[in-house]
């Protein structure tokens, strides 16, 4: 019994496939009488359930850590009175919104002002399916799950243009019009810095680039246009996802609350569950395709050659995957309380004319690298 | 083409120099106070609301009623009501002070020949009722809430800087 819970401890994702879901499963399916696809659509509804509870809990974790990092970086101490050291701040907020009222303003388009939300969520849950958090940890193992990321997360943009025009409110409108500019832009350098990446594995499958970083973290291996590519991915990856310095979308100051500005209560807390939640996101992609996933720190020479044992082997993967996931957040989170939000202008004169230009020559700079050592 | 690297490349040095700034503001300890728990500093010199010390021998304060305060007060917040003992001798009735008149000037303070009253250290002074803001100072219940001597201001020959503005008080009189 200790044996399989340290298994579960070390290798969560292995021990579930191996000796724990399958039996049991056959069990289930075996003493009900149950054909084996029922046993496998009631797993399927487990793990979304598991899903959205760890989810929930991601951000309800990421708000507060949102509250108490603003405060450190601003010599405060953030909250610190529901709960020990306000762990339970974000618990009472929640409950603050469910019992707000749901307000629907009188011109809105019903049926579209209640899809948003969901979209949203919706958009940043099914992310989640491909990223691997350890070894066989992960929902779906796609052999597309790069390009599977690329085309879901363009959903984000739909509910904030849907929230936006079904308001019936001039800010609204403009905060989705402005994010839709915005998020328009700001997928095609990500998109070729993962180009890089998936050039440089040879696979699309988040796992199997996870897999191919025992040899060297990615920006080891693909110094430097790894640490460039890693760096325009960052950037353009929290302005995909509205976060300061690139908020324009919900510009407080211009626009009160943006795309958002009619929802309240529940529905609101779903937007901003998702944004927490694509916070995550992005930083779980620049840690699965550059920063070795949930593999241990492997230093490595650029482009093959030498590379170090597995330092800190003997932590699970998974709490390395949520180390340096975290640490990418603690990055994102910088950034805000940091930097000033920029103008519509400047934004897209840093994407069209900076990251673009860079994330190409980068994308270059990669196949002629791999082309040098595939001779 | 060379512009173009130089300005990408000083504006992340920009950046990197901003976010150094906020970093160390991170790692600094914060330099909030929890009220309610942790007690401010409160300086020797301090002007809280006037207090009538008692004498910590005698327990009896050191009012003679020679109406300098009552005078001085620009804005009427102190009233001295006399009374009569048994032994038919004119003594202290009440000392009423008007806080919420008061601007803590510290004029009665310094006015005063023999010490009487001070300014304390109490500086929660809300109240839930504006009548809680007239006090009578020489009662046990217009006292400031400790009367210890930790709350009362420094006598006057701790603090130089008030000695000429004292003595410049005394002559006319």
């Known amino acids: 019994m200790s044996a399989i819970l340290w298994h579960l401890f070390m290798h969560p994702g292995r021990a579930l496939k191996d000796e724990i879901v399958p039996p049991y499963l056959h069990f289930v399916t075996q003493s009900l009488g149950l054909p084996a696809w029922a046993g496998h659509l009631g797993l399927m509804a487990v793990l979304g359930g598991v899903f959205f509870v760890g989810v929930s809990l991601t951000a309800f974790w990421l708000i507060l850590m949102e509250r108490k990092v603003c405060a450190y970086f601003q010599e405060r101490l953030g909250p610190n009175r529901v709960g020990p050291w306000g762990l339970l701040q974000t618990i009472a907020d929640a409950l603050k919104l469910v019992q707000k009222e749901d307000l629907i303003p009188a011109d809105a388009d019903r049926a579209v002002f209640k899809l948003a939300p969901i979209v949203a969520f919706t958009a940043s849950f099914m992310v989640l399916a491909v990223i691997p958090f350890d070894d066989q940890l992960l929902a779906a193992d796609l052999n597309i799950g790069v390009l599977y990321i690329t085309a879901v997360s363009g959903l984000g943009v739909l509910s904030i243009l849907l929230a936006g025009w079904a308001s019936a409110n001039k800010y609204s409108l403009l905060g989705g019009m402005r994010s839709a500019a915005q998020i328009i832009s700001y997928e095609l350098s990500p998109a070729l810095c993962v180009l890089g990446v998936v050039l440089f594995t040879g696979t699309l499958s988040t796992q199997a680039i996870v897999e191919g970083q025992a040899a060297g973290w990615n920006i080891f291996r693909m110094a430097p246009w790894g640490v460039l590519g890693m760096l325009i991915f960052l950037i353009a990856g929290t302005a995909e996802i509205n976060r300061a310095p690139f908020d324009l979308p919900e510009a407080e100051s211009e626009l009160t609350a943006g795309f958002s500005t009619e929802y309240s209560a529940m529905r609101f807390s779903m937007f901003y569950l998702a944004e927490f939640v694509n916070m995550f996101i992005i930083s779980a992609m620049v840690v699965t395709l550059f920063l070795g996933g949930w593999q241990p720190l492997v230093l490595a020479l650029p482009f093959g050659g030498w590379h170090s044992p597995a330092l800190g082997g003997f932590l699970p993967g998974w709490l390395w995957f949520f180390a340096k996931t975290y640490a990418v957040i603690f990055v994102i989170m910088w950034f805000r309380w940091t930097f000033p939000r920029v103008r519509v202008d400047q934004l897209m004169k840093l994407e069209w004319k900076v990251l673009l230009p860079l994330s190409f020559a980068n994308l270059a700079a990669i196949a002629l690298c791999v082309a040098a050592s595939l001779r | ?173």
């Open chain 2, 1 to 173: 083409m060379l512009a173009w690297l130089t300005g990408i490349l000083k504006g992340a040095a920009s950046l990197l120099s901003g976010m150094r700034l906020t970093g160390r503001a991170f790692v600094r300890p914060a330099v909030t106070q929890q009220y309610p728990e942790e007690r401010p500093h409160i300086h020797d010199r301090f002007r809280g609301r006037v207090d009538m010390p008692l004498d910590p021998v005698s327990g009896a304060h050191k009012c003679t009623m020679c109406m300098m305060c009552v005078k001085i007060c620009p804005n009427a917040s102190l009233i001295i009501k006399p009374g009569v003992n048994r032994a038919g001798k004119r003594v202290l009735d009440e000392f009423i002070y008007k806080l919420s008149t008061c601007t803590l000037c510290n004029l009665c303070v310094e006015v005063c020949p023999f010490d009487a009253i001070a300014m304390s250290h109490d500086y929660e002074m809300a109240t839930y009722d504006r009548a809680d803001l007239v006090m009578i100072l020489n009662k046990p219940k217009g006292r400031a809430f400790d009367p210890s001597a930790e709350f009362l201001a420094v006598p006057p020959a701790a603090a130089p800087a008030a000695e000429p503005a004292q003595e410049a008080a005394h002559e006319p009189a």
